[in-house]
T-cell receptor
């Protein structure tokens, strides 16, 4: 069975600085998808970034980028130029690549605080 | 506007009183799913459905029932709620496929308290 581990329950970053959130996973599959979701105080789940395992290039979305290390089964999220609006709970998630399933595995989350 | 709606958004109930949380999507998505979110545990999948009349258990199905009689609706049923089902519940939907546009949309969440 697949697992997703987020070992940092809480992180803090100064506004305008850079922070990295860690995520490791375990799977025997060779093809899969990894995600970072943001959950602000409104509780809405927002997709931040998505990485396909067969792509070696790390995904980037504006100030958000990932460091995907497939052999190490590591998928960290880097937030550059942190803003107050980045304060939220962040979840790492895994999905198998098969189109015949709808199974997602989520990590336990990292609460990010942004200090003014 | 493409959206997943859930009702009610907040519910306080008592042990053993049957309840249903509704979920509806307007995107004609084949796939729908229910999650529960608990502090320190993240989101865990309860049930999912890949088409009308097709449902499968997720990781924590005990104490829950679902049905998928129509493509747009996927209600979550708690026939005899217990305090350990106090949680934040999310419904989500997506269409089948593996590209960028095939990711899931989440509803706004339902906060359930069972006393």
């Amino acid at each position: 069975a697949q697992t997703v581990t987020q070992s940092q329950p809480e992180m803090s970053v100064q506004e305008a600085e850079t922070v990295t959130l860690s995520c490791t996973y375990d799977t025997s599959e060779s093809d899969y998808y990894l995600f970072w979701y943001k959950q602000p105080p409104s509780r809405q789940m927002i997709l931040v970034i998505r990485q396909e395992a067969y792509k070696q290039q790390n995904a980037t979305e504006n100030r958000f980028s990932v460091n995907f290390q497939k052999a190490a089964k590591s998928f960290s999220l880097k937030i550059s130029d942190s803003q107050l609006g980045d304060a939220a709970m962040y979840f790492c998630a895994y999905r198998t690549s098969g189109s015949g399933t709808y199974k997602y595995i989520f990590g336990t989350g990292t609460r990010l605080k942004v200090l003014a | 506007e493409a959206q997943v709606t859930q009702n009610p958004r907040y519910l306080i109930t008592v042990t053993g009183k049957k309840l249903t949380v509704t979920c509806s999507q307007n995107m004609n998505h084949e796939y729908m799913s229910w999650y529960r979110q608990d502090p320190g545990l993240g989101l865990r999948q309860i049930y999912y459905s890949m088409n009308v009349e097709v449902t499968d258990k997720g990781d924590v199905p005990e104490g829950y029932k679902v049905s998928r009689k129509e493509k747009r609706n996927f209600p979550l049923i708690l026939e005899s709620p217990s305090p350990n089902q106090t949680s934040l519940y999310f419904c989500a939907s997506r269409k089948p496929g593996t590209g960028d546009t095939y990711e899931q949309y989440f509803g706004p969440g339902t906060r359930l308290t069972v006393t």
